[in-house]
Nanobody, 118 residues
Framework: QVQLVESAGGLVQAGGSLRLSCAAS????????MGWFRQAPGKEREFVAS????????NYADSVKGRFTISRDNAKNTVYLQMNSLKPEDTAVYFC???????????WGQGTQVTVSS
């Protein structure tokens, strides 16, 4: 069992930066693939980024490549999403997720709102 709690998001101007964190409880964090997803109003939830158990392998959606960075600290049971050069189209509720394998997501956080103003 893994419980995930995202940090507060926020309001940022276009071009700005924001870092999200997701704290996990439970013994399975270091054995879990971690990911970030987002859902904009009226749209389906979409993949943003994922990171392997050791942190050595990361994957990103094309829309965020070069701007977002996912990382993890297994000693702190925390995964991060550093978001730079934010755009209004990045506005969404952001969710962290955990799973045993790539593309299998068993646990979800409650979500945190990120709003980028133009």
């Amino acid at each position: 069992q893994v419980q995930l709690v995202e940090s507060a998001g926020g309001l940022v101007q276009a071009g700005g930066s924001l870092r999200l964190s997701c704290a996990a409880s439970g013994r399975s964090f270091s054995n879990s693939i971690m990911g970030w997803f987002r859902q904009a109003p009226g749209k389906e939830r979409e993949f943003v980024a994922s990171i392997s158990r050791s942190g050595g392998i990361t994957n990103y959606a094309d829309s965020v490549k070069g701007r977002f960075t996912i990382s993890r600290d297994n000693a702190k049971n925390t995964v991060y999403l550093q978001m730079n050069s934010l755009k209004p189209e990045d506005t969404a509720v952001y969710f962290c997720a955990a799973g045993p394998y790539s593309r299998v997501w068993d646990y979800w956080g409650q979500g945190t709102q990120v709003t980028v103003s133009s």
